[in-house]
């Protein structure tokens, strides 16, 4: 009965929302700045089982946060202990912290959140991240401690996990519960209105425990098209948008418009599903592939230059192993490799082993014109080789069936994030099904030592174990390309953007706009 009085309330909430929305008040009403950024869709606002949204940092907050640097910093908890004897993390907790609707903030919600993403019932894509995790004991209502299984280095970085209130989840489906669809959070912002396909509107918390924001409302405009974000930014209607490089191109040195082009961790590649039949059979072609994707040229044509070229998933990173195989463009190579290991040019000029044609379908999400000419353009160049290479937008991803999908990942942060969780045996973001064992053995030692030499050396084996064995055909880091409005003050143009140029709000407290 709880659970169902808990969940008609927050229907009923969501409902008036809607209601607010629907009158045509996706400001909010009344005087103050409003920022409206353009926007994917959301189906629902949950950090603990989603990892991306870049709506989440404005809502909630972590124990821990990143800085402009991305280095952790203090988030909800002021301080922090570890004993290396226990593998023992001790938070200390900022006081006077509310949620949106005025309940304190406690570590019974810290411990709350974290086990229901331990949870393998939840399905949560972020569990890997705290397996280590043995016990959470909540000293009192300002002290959480975690006891470790064995050291992880990145737990730190894990802790900038959005905390989730206990007091109305507590009971609830955390993948289906209608607190997704009107979170309460601790964060700088709280939901205003949610007019579904439109517009998610946040208003300042007056009641923030690092002090209330500068601008007053920001309005999460749905614009799920390219081409609109453009002409919606050139008209007025948005104040800031990450664009395509082609789009963000036509704002440069134009009056009234600021372009920031800014430095991201995201890589695009073709990921091969091994949960598929097709590469049980040809997964050692896999190297022919790589060696057959001109990546400067598609750099070039389709980013127009703002990236560099990819040859693995750290570039980007402390840890980077610039020796590896890079498998640079080398049409020869590629055909040597595909007759070393018995194809044949067949009479319609793609090769052939064993009476079964060489090629593949390379699914693209919709809605992402950039990674639908990636793809197009490697497809291209992979039919020259003899690779019967085409593309395909399907309207759901299907991780399991679909033969090769164009993914994008990365992180600014630790360099276990986005590598242990991606490439682990079945870990939590493996979208692949990708296994071996040297990768699962070196991602494990990276992230028990916090000895800077010896995690460079499991990392570098890490990286030559990927590349002799490769999960993906990686091709290129993008640069993320946001056009804002001259009237917005405070972004941070060198702060490095992780996946799906996420990361822009970070220091959003500080931002003001001009009248």
């Known amino acids: 009965m709880r659970k169902m009085k808990k969940t008609v309330c927050l229907l009923l909430a969501g409902v008036l929302l809607l209601g607010l929305a629907a009158c045509g008040q996706t400001d909010g009403g009344g005087d103050g700045s409003t920022l409206v950024y353009a926007s994917g869709d959301y189906t629902r606002i949950n950090p603990a089982m989603d990892e991306h949204g870049e709506i989440n940092i404005l809502l909630f907050n972590g124990l821990t946060a990143h800085d402009g640097k991305n280095q952790v910093v203090p988030g909800l908890a002021k ?23 005025g309940q304190p903030f406690t570590a019974e919600d810290v411990k709350f959140t974290i086990e229901a993403i331990m949870d393998p019932e939840n399905g949560s894509e972020n569990a890997p991240n705290y397996e280590d995790v043995e016990e959470i004991t909540v000293i009192d209502d300002h002290t959480v401690a975690f006891r470790l299984a064995a050291p992880n280095v990145a737990f730190l970085d894990y802790m900038t996990m959005a905390v989730l209130p206990r007091h109305l989840l507590e009971g609830e489906d955390m993948q289906t519960s209608g607190f997704f669809r009107a979170p309460v959070g601790t964060g700088p912002y709280k939901l205003a209105a949610w007019d579904e396909g439109q517009a998610i509107t946040l208003e300042k918390n007056e009641d923030y425990f690092k002090g209330a924001a500068n601008i007053d409302r920001i309005i999460f405009k749905i614009v799920p098209d390219d081409n609109a974000q453009a002409l919606q930014m050139q008209s007025g209607e948005l104040d800031l948008a990450l664009l395509t490089p082609k789009d963000a191109r036509n704002f440069e040195g134009r009056e009234g418009y600021t372009v920031y082009d800014m430095k991201t961790s995201d890589y695009r590649g073709i990921l091969f599903n091994f949960w598929n039949p097709y590469w049980a059979e040809n997964r050692d072609l896999i190297p022919a592939i790589c060696c057959g994707l001109d990546r400067q040229a598609i750099l070039d044509a389709v980013v ?13 990173n402390v840890y980077n192993n610039e020796d590896v195989e890079r498998y640079d463009y080398d049409p020869d190579r590629a055909r040597s490799i595909l007759e070393d290991a018995g194809c044949v040019m067949g009479e319609n000029g793609f090769y052939e082993r064993g009476g079964q044609e060489i090629g593949f379908v390379i699914s693209v999400g919709a809605g992402d014109q950039v990674r639908l000419d990636i793809a197009q353009a490697a497809a291209q160049q992979l039919r020259e080789i003899g690779v019967n290479c085409t593309v395909e937008v399907p309207e759901k991803v299907d991780w399991g069936g679909q033969m090769a999908y164009l993914i994008g ?3 600014p942060f630790d360099a276990d994030d986005h590598t242990y969780k991606v490439f682990g045996t079945g870990k939590g973001a493996n979208y692949s099904g990708y296994s071996n064992p040297l990768v699962d053995r070196y ?20 990286q030559e174990a990927l590349a002799d064995d490769p999960a993906y055909a990686f091709i290129c880091y993008i640069d993320a390309d946001y056009v804002a409005s001259s009237r917005i003050r405070g972004i941070d143009p060198d702060t490095v953007m992780g996946h799906h140029g996420v990361g822009i709000f970070w220091n959003v407290t500080e931002w003001t706009m001009d009248a």
């Open 79 to 101: 301080s922090w202990d570890y004993d290396p004897d226990t593998h023992t993390y001790t938070f200390h907790l900022e006081e006077n912290v509310q949620w949106h609707d």
């Open 304 to 316: 127009l230059g703002r990236g560099v070229v990819a040859y693995g998933p750290l570039q980007r």
């Open 443 to 462: 991602l494990t030692e990276a992230r028990q030592t916090d000895d800077p030499v010896k995690r460079a050396e499991a990392y570098d084996k890490f």
């Open 409 to 411: 990942w990365g992180s």
